[in-house]
């Protein structure tokens, strides 16, 4: 089982040997302050900004949804501006709730490169935890990583309505847009018919760290996860389903994740919409 997170003591250990990990501000909320503004007010030192909607993603479309998965040789050309090297460790944080970390952590990890963790607890797990904040932006020298897609699986609209017939298609969204109840910013409201509502802030605990992997494994195996099996899993744009991926692969689970998720589905009229519990 690869080690999906890493605490905030830990990290302080880390950043003090000769060869610290390499650090990403991946800060960003939907409808919310850009997150630039927030790394330039206090962020982790040494931390490099990662901007989720032009680096982790390609430009939304109808079609690929809000925020398709990013064309390799981009995403290579913006880890190298990161700095990051073949050879690194790499750790991601964000300051709500590690969602837009855990996305930066599975992109890396479609594209090949998979040794990186998010921060448990994210930016204010790290500040409770004693750890200073610097201001100055962090420029760091180009970096020769080489990234290339398809090294997780994952899944296309037509996969994604297979998997709901065939085995557990798990809907991270709030419970009142999986029952369609509303929809702030997707075309139609409701979801994939066959899907099985995991609101991703069940994974976490009262204080924004991941739950034990115990806790987890219990919580996907009364959902109906198979023991050790694929679990596939889609929210409304591919962001929060890579939080529920790493809590999955913590609780022992294969995630497979539809990066398109409810914004490219309920984009395609021809596509069914269930409402409801």
Same mark, same amino acid.
């Given at each position: ?10 990290? +302080? ?5 000769? %060869? ?5 501000? !991946? /800060?960003?909320?939907? @409808? $919310?302050?850009? *997150? ?65 970390? +855990? ?5 890396? %990890? ?5 040794? !990186? /963790?998010?921060?448990? @607890? $994210?930016?204010? *797990? ?70 099985v509502n995991a609101p991703t802030g069940q994974n976490l605990g009262a204080d924004g760290t991941f739950l034990p ?65």
């Amino acid at each position: 089982m690869p080690e999906v997170i890493v605490s905030a003591a830990a990290l +302080a250990e880390e950043l003090a040997s000769p %060869r610290p990990p390499r650090l990403l501000d !991946v /800060r960003w909320q939907l @409808g $919310g302050p850009p *997150g630039i503004d927030g790394y330039r007010a206090g962020h982790l030192p040494g931390a490099v900004y990662v901007d989720l909607e032009t680096e982790l993603a390609s430009h939304a479309t109808p079609a690929e949804g809000r925020h398709p998965l990013p064309d390799p040789e981009v995403l290579q050309r913006a880890a190298r501006r990161w700095g990051l090297r073949q050879d690194d460790q790499v750790v991601v944080y964000d300051d709500y709730d590690s969602m837009s970390a +855990a996305r930066a952590w599975w992109t890396l %990890r479609w594209a090949g490169f998979d040794r !990186v /963790r998010i921060l448990d @607890g $994210g930016l204010a *797990g790290w500040v409770a935890a004693g750890g200073e904040l610097d201001q100055a932006e962090v420029h760091p020298p180009l970096g020769d990583v080489v990234l290339s897609s398809g090294h997780l699986p994952a899944l296309d609209a037509d996969g994604a309505a297979e998997w709901a017939e065939q085995g557990l298609l798990l809907d991270a969204r709030a419970p009142e847009r999986f029952r369609g109840e509303v929809e702030p910013w997707d075309p139609r409201a409701g979801h994939i018919p066959g899907a099985v509502n995991a609101p991703t802030g069940q994974n976490l605990g009262a204080d924004g760290t991941f739950l034990p992997p115990d806790a987890l494994t219990a919580r996907f195996a009364a959902l109906g996860a198979p023991a050790g099996g694929q679990v596939a899993v889609y929210c409304g744009s591919g962001v929060s389903a890579a939080h529920q991926a790493a809590a999955l692969t913590m609780a022992g689970y294969t995630p497979v994740l539809y990066p398109g998720s409810w914004s490219q589905w309920s984009s395609d009229p021809e596509r069914p919409v269930a409402t409801g519990d």
